[in-house]
C-alpha cells in the first residue's frame, strides 16, 4: 500500500514539474527548423557528400553536360529523372538535354547528387512542394535552375529548465 | 472427388461458450496485421496471429536493383530504424566485394546505429504507453525523440529514411562542431529518459497490469528462437554486439540489460534499459572515434561480386538481431537476397504468451513483443 502511495506521488510529482518547463513543439509553418550547410552536396574528388537537407534539387546549366548519370542512378530507385530537350532560347549543352525531376516520384535518397561528376546537381533546403496537380509536380530544367528562399531559423536550445525550439 | 472441403474452408464447429474475434487488420491496436482471437467469456482460450497484409516483395525487389540502388528501397520495412536494417546489408556487400572501410566510418556508423535504435524505441514506447492508456506516455516520447531525430538530420540531411549507410563507409562525413551538439543533446536525452521512470516504470498502475502478465519461460524463449528484448527480458543474456561484435563494438564497453522475469513488464523495461546504454555507447564512440579523416572508399557505380558468392551477415537492431543473406551470381544485382528479420521471430511467441491471458492485457502482451508488421511482412 505506501509503495503504490509513493509511487502515485512520484508519478504526479514529476508531471507538475511540468507545468514551469517551457514548450518544447516547434509551432511548424511559423517556425522552420535551422539546418547545418547549404544542401545535399557531393565532392566526385573524395567520393564524400556534404550533410545537408534533402529537399528539392537544384540544377546548375553551366555545369551539366547531359551525361545522364542522375537518371541511370535514378532508374532503380524512383524513375523520377527524365532527360529532356532544352528549349532553344535557353543555355545549352554539347547533348542539349537536361534532368527534368518530378517530385510525385522522387524518394528524395540524394543518389543522383552522388552520382554526378561535375557538381551539377545538388539538393537543397526547400521541401514545401505541395501543388493542387500532378504536372505541378514535374519541375523543368528552368525551375530546378531557381535557389529556393528558406527562412529557417528555429534550433533546439537546452537550459536548466528543459528544451525549447527558441 | 471427395466431400471434404480444404482445411481453410472447412467449417467450424461452433461452441456456444467460444467466440472468435477478429482483432485488425484494420484496428488500430494491432498495427497492420490481424490477430484471430478465441474468447471464452473475458479469457483468451487460443490465439492465431496472421501477419502479410503489408508484404512489398522487398526480398524480389532487390533482385532487380544493383547493389547501390538497393539502399533506398531496403530501409522502408522500418524507417524509423533504418540504419539498423542497412547495417546487414552493408556489411555483407563490403564482404562480397572485398572492401576495407576507413576507421572513422565504422564510428559514424556505430553512432547512427545507436541512434536510430534510440529513435525506434522511442516510437514504439509512445505506442506502448497510449495502449495503455498512458497519454503523458505517448507525448513524452514522441516529443524527446525529436532531440535525436535532429541528430540525425544533422548528420544525413533526413528525419527518417536517411539512406545513409552505403557499402564502403557513410554517404557524408560528421558536420562540423557534431561531437559538441551530440554531446548536449545525448545528456539532456538521458537526463529525460530518466524522468520516465518516475511516471511509467515505477508506477503501481503500470506494474499492475502488467507484472505476471504473458509470462515467458527462459527455456520457451530459446526453443521459439525468440530475439531481442524478448530474450533478454527471459533471462538470456543474448546480444550480437557483444557476442558477435562487428565494426568497432569490440572497442567500446557494451553492457546490454538482462532480466529474469519474462512477463511483459520486463518486455516493456528491456528496450528502455537498452536506450540509456546506447547514450552511452554514443559517448564512448565520440570520444574514441578518429577526429578526421576519410569516411567512404570511392566504388565504381555499379560493383560486381566476384563469382558464385555467399555471405550471411547480422547485428543487434531495436528489436532483436537482424540477419542478411545475400548471394551473388558476380552480376550487378544480387542473385538472392534475404531478410531474417525479428519481428516474424518474435511474433512466434504470441500465441503462448496470450493463452489464459485476460482480453484486456492483449495490447499490452501484444506490444511487449516489439512487434513491428511492416517488417516481419518484408
Known sequence: MTNTATGIIRALNSGIKHIATKRFTLRYPEEKLKFVGDGYQYDPATGVGIAGLKGRHMLFHDHCTGCQLCSIACEGVAEAIAMVKVP?????????????????????????????????????NDYELSSFTKEGLIYTPAQLQVKPYVAQDSEIIITKWGATHG | ????????????????????????????????MRIIVQIDGDY?????????????????????RNYITNIPHLERPVIHDSCNILYPYVLGVEELLGIEVPERAKYVRVICAELNRCIYIMYWLAIYGIFLGHSTMFMWPAGDRELLIDLMEKISGARVTHAHFVPG???????????????????????????????????PILISRTENTGVLSREDAIRLGTTGSVLRASGVDYDLRIKEPYDVYEELDVH?????????YARSKIPWLDMLESCNIIKQALQKMPKSGS????????????????????????RGSLGCHIVSDGKVEPYRLKLSVPSFRNLIALPYLLKGEKLGNMPSVYWSLNYWPVEADR
Open chain 2, 169 to 203: 563507409g557513410v554517404r557524408n562525413d560528421l558536420p562540423p562542431n557534431f561531437e559538441e551538439v551530440c554531446l548536449r543533446q545525448i545528456n539532456y536525452f538521458e537526463k529525460r529518459i530518466k524522468e520516465y521512470a518516475a511516471v511509467f516504470y515505477d508506477n
Open chain 2, 44 to 64: 483468451i482460450v487460443a490465439c492465431d496471429p496472421d501477419p502479410g497484409y503489408v508484404h512489398r516483395g522487398e526480398e524480389k525487389m532487390a533482385e532487380y
Open chain 2, 295 to 318: 569516411v567512404r572508399v570511392k566504388l565504381k557505380p555499379n560493383p560486381k561480386g566476384k563469382g558464385f558468392d555467399s555471405v550471411y551477415k547480422r547485428v543487434e537492431s531495436g
Open chain 2, 256 to 264: 546490454s540489460p538482462v532480466m529474469k522475469e519474462g512477463d511483459s
Open chain 2, 1 to 32: 472427388m471427395t466431400n471434404e472441403l480444404p482445411p481453410g474452408l472447412a467449417i467450424q464447429k461452433v461452441d456456444e461458450r467460444i467466440m472468435t474475434l477478429n482483432v485488425g487488420p484494420q484496428h488500430p491496436g494491432s498495427g497492420h
Open chain 1, 88 to 124: 532553344e532560347e535557353q543555355k545549352q549543352n554539347k547533348k542539349s538535354i537536361m534532368p527534368q525531376i518530378d517530385y510525385g516520384k522522387c524518394v528524395f535518397c540524394g543518389l543522383c547528387v552522388d552520382a554526378c561528376p561535375f557538381y551539377a546537381l545538388y539538393m537543397t
